[in-house]
């Protein structure tokens, strides 16, 4: 897909309300973890980004899609919160400077990415030492009647362009890639399916 920020433009205003049909941030497992500044990586509408807000001196929220986060400039305006920023940029923007972040968060991301060993080697350069990555991510590479209906529905839509790419990868394919960039395994947690995991590796 040429433009992707059109795509989740599009979907920006009925978003919360069709987010609960997909997999669901488990913010309840991330938030003992949470601490100091926090960069969420594909914040969307920012629902995640401001309750993590408690626990953190500053959550930076980034997202492609600028009606998203002019949704979730919103949110932080109506509950009066204070150490949240959003910014429209990608997790390679320049003004997100190496050895910065404490807690790196990727909620229902690392599929959608061009090139996840790439992004996975920025988020180790982003965290300061013994600095956290926490994902939760669906692994449709893996076997099963629904993620093989998956493929077969949404490898043919992303080929010609309707939906952005989508990387049908395995649970071992994200441990190999955090293993190869020096990540240390904290937890590795099954979620609501078989393909669902909570991951935190430590830089």
């Known amino acids: ?25 488990p913010l309840e497992l991330a938030l003992p973890y949470i601490k100091g500044i926090v960069l969420d990586f594909g914040c969307a509408t920012g629902t995640e980004t401001i309750k993590m807000a ?32 959003f910014l429209q940029s990608t997790i390679y923007d320049e003004k997100l400077k190496p050895n910065t972040f404490d807690v790196i968060v990727a909620f229902n991301i690392l599929h959608l990415v061009e090139n996840p060993a790439v992004v996975i080697q920025q988020i180790h350069k982003l965290l300061k030492d013994n600095g956290l990555f926490i994902s939760a991510t669906s692994f449709t590479g ?56 909570f991951i935190i590796g430590k830089k």
């Not at 990868?169 to 995991?197: A, G, P, R, V």
């Open 54 to 85: 408690g626990k953190a001196d500053k959550v930076i929220g980034i997202d492609i899609s600028q009606k998203m986060l002019s949704l979730a400039q919103n949110k932080v305006a109506e509950n009066n919160i204070k150490n949240v920023e």
């Open 142 to 197: 893996e076997k099963s009647f629904l993620n093989f209906l998956q493929r077969s529905i949404f490898k043919p839509l992303s080929k010609i362009s309707l939906i952005p790419k989508i990387n049908f990868f395995k649970l071992e394919d994200l441990l190999q890639l955090l293993t190869e960039t020096n990540f240390q395994l904290i937890e590795n947690k099954q979620l609501d399916s078989k393909s669902n995991y």
């Open 1 to 25: 897909m040429k433009n992707p920020q059109k795509f989740w433009d599009r979907l920006a205003n009925n978003f919360d309300k069709y987010e609960t049909q997909f997999l669901q941030p």
